[in-house]
């Protein structure tokens, strides 16, 4: 199948900021994946969704948090409300399924010499909206008591991390080939 309009301008760009995702497609449509972790909280994939629409893209994080209890259905819809008031980039929805899920839509006439850029903007602001919107979602889900106490494990774990960085550095270059061509 050949690789939707879209898709190649996103693959471009991302080339070009040096970023790490990978391809997938389906009979009816393609998408990127870019893989990445939310600060204080679960890694993630930010999928852009082609359809083959010249440049209409979603973007979306399926399932954030999976299985929400119906005792935290209506908090999570509070904060999801309070999310989509204070981020205007993303949307937090919650699905029939009790998943939380999270959106961007970009027009279909979003011009060629701008979607790829574009793209990667989102995915910055993604990154840092998820890490600002986090704790209130853990307050919501875990309760203070609990989303505090996870905090200080992860924080905990990040500092371990950090302290191991160069090591960890090292590794993960002697495990990837130079030239490699994954995406």
Known sequence: ???????????EAFRAHHLNYMFNESGEYQEIRVPFGIKNG???????????????LTVMISNLVNDIPDSSR????????????????LKFSLDEKSNL??????????????????AFEIFLR???????????????LYGPEEAKENDGKQKDLM?????NQ??????????EPSGSSDK
Not at 1 to 11: G, K, V, Y
Not at 101 to 118: A, I, K, N, R
Request: hydrophobic share 35%; proline share 3%; glycine share 6%.
């Open 1 to 11: 199948m050949e690789t939707f309009h879209a898709i190649q301008l996103l693959d």
């Open 42 to 56: 679960p890694s993630v994939e930010l999928r852009y969704i082609s359809f083959n629409r010249h440049n209409d």
């Open 74 to 89: 209506a908090g999570v819809l509070e904060t999801c409300n309070e999310l989509n008031r204070k981020f205007r980039f």
């Open 101 to 118: 899920d999270v959106q961007h839509d970009f027009p279909e006439s979003t011009g060629d010499e701008c979607l790829g850029e574009m």
């Open 126 to 140: 993604t990154i840092r909206i998820l890490g600002e919107a986090w704790p209130a979602l853990g307050k919501t």
């Open 159 to 163: 500092k371990i991390l950090d302290e």
């Open 166 to 175: 160069d090591g960890i550095n090292i590794r993960i270059s002697k495990m």
